[in-house]
């Protein structure tokens, strides 16, 4: 089945450091993948739409010059977290999917911790 | 996309089924139906989608309404390890995934 990698798992970075975060597509190439944060006991948030080759759509309340992300590859999306604050603590998860109406995969997520 | 309603949460003794509704009476007629679950600091598992039918697969079966308007997932009998945030989403084409806030399923020894 389709498999989706995100690295590191974990990560605890200074305050006013970057983060990087990888999201890949093991056995399938995607065109889109999709980024999303969770705080603690509350529900997935979409934060943007990585796009292949074109610029990344981001929700509504997310900034895009905090949280850059690239789409360089069908294999590959990174998620960077600039200037990282304790507010910016959280769980984020990657997905992807390979073909038209079959289900999204996701990634195991990426724990971040800013002290 | 059609949103959904799940109860917040739900117990099942270990080795019964467990049947988890959702309600999603604004569904379009091209719009699946997907269940997601997710365990404690992980990604989201896909386990099962449909349109109309009813579907079955080694985790679980999925059972749709005529109308499409509310469906069940069932876990035929379930274990320890099943204890998890199980997520009902109804969209198509676009996979913006919006996730609500799910049932939160423990299963109990």
């Known amino acids: 089945g389709a498999v989706v990698s995100q690295h590191p798992s974990r990560v605890i970075c200074k305050s006013g450091t970057s983060v990087k975060i990888e999201c890949r597509s093991l056995?399938?190439?995607?065109?889109?993948m999709f980024w999303y944060r969770q705080f603690p006991k509350q529900s997935l948030m979409l934060m943007a739409t990585s796009n292949e080759g074109s610029k990344a759509t981001y929700e509504q309340g997310v900034e895009k010059d905090k949280f850059l992300i690239n789409h360089a590859s069908l294999t590959l999306s990174t998620l960077t977290v600039t200037s990282a604050h304790p507010e910016d603590s959280s769980f984020y998860i990657c997905s992807a999917s390979g073909e038209s109406n079959s289900p999204l995969h996701f990634g195991n997520g990426t724990r971040l911790t800013v002290t | 996309d059609a949103k959904t309603t799940q109860p917040p949460s739900m117990d099942c003794a270990e080795g019964r089924a467990a049947n988890l509704p959702c309600n999603h009476s604004?569904?379009?007629?091209?719009?699946?139906v997907y269940w997601y679950r997710q365990i404690h600091s992980q990604g989201p598992q896909y386990i099962i989608h449909?349109?109309?039918n009813n579907e079955t697969n080694e985790m679980a079966s999925l059972i749709i309404t005529e109308d499409r308007k509310s469906s069940t997932l069932i876990l035929p009998h379930a274990t320890l390890r099943d204890t998890a945030v199980y997520y009902c989403i109804a969209l198509s084409g676009t996979y913006k995934y919006i996730f609500g806030t799910g049932t939160r399923l423990k299963v109990l020894a």
């Open positions: 604004t569904i379009s007629g091209n719009e699946y």
């Open positions: 056995d399938f190439q995607a065109t889109t």
């Open positions: 449909g349109l109309k």
